[in-house]
């Protein structure tokens, strides 16, 4: 498990170690604080019960803080209207475990589709969501990118560019389009697939 790995430059208390900057390994028993990751396991999002926090990478810490045991997650958008149920299925969790512990909610490093784990981008395709389809950063460590929509072609309506083209998660083929650049939630986009003819969600990149 990760979860003092450094992080980028944010403040922190003092002798309080960085969050990850990346997907989170499932813990092992020799790490800190392994039965708190385990009982977190069972805590998924609630607007995709097929992957839990840890692995949608909205899970980010579980910590000793000042006051006593800390538990930290990160929104996927900071307007996310679940935040506060996930939150109080992490407090759930942890009191079924007889453990008691502050939720707190951090914005800083920003959630990154970067942070989902291949298990999750499995899920998500099996579940009927295109995962990200490039990564969010694929710049060197340390920089900072902007990235701007592409242009679209003025024939092509709503289409993507072949490099950013999106697989259909029902049946693979990569002959999609953008319907709409919000789908069923913000962070994702709705498409159809023109070779199955079947409308799915894409889960934005960024």
Known sequence: MQADAPSNGTALPAGMPRLPDGPLAQ???????HAIWE???SVTDPEIPVVNLRE???LRAVRQGQSGLEVVITPTYSGCPAMSQMAD????????G???ARVITQLAPAWSTDWMTPEARDKLRAYGIAPPAKSACAASAGSQV?????RRNAGAGVGVSQADS???P??????TTEISHFGSTACKALYRCLACMEPFDYFKPY
Do not use: K, T, W, Y
């Not at 902007?146 to 592409?150: E, L, M, N, R, S």
């Open 166 to 168: 999106v697989a259909c």
């Open 89 to 96: 299925d992490v407090e759930q969790a942890l009191a079924r």
């Open 27 to 33: 813990s092992q028993g020799a790490d800190a604080h």
């Open 170 to 175: 029902q049946c693979g083929s990569s002959n």
């Open 146 to 150: 902007i990235a701007f929509a592409p």
């Open 98 to 100: 007889g453990v008691a």
């Open 39 to 41: 009982l977190l396991e």
């Open 56 to 58: 949608m990478g909205i």
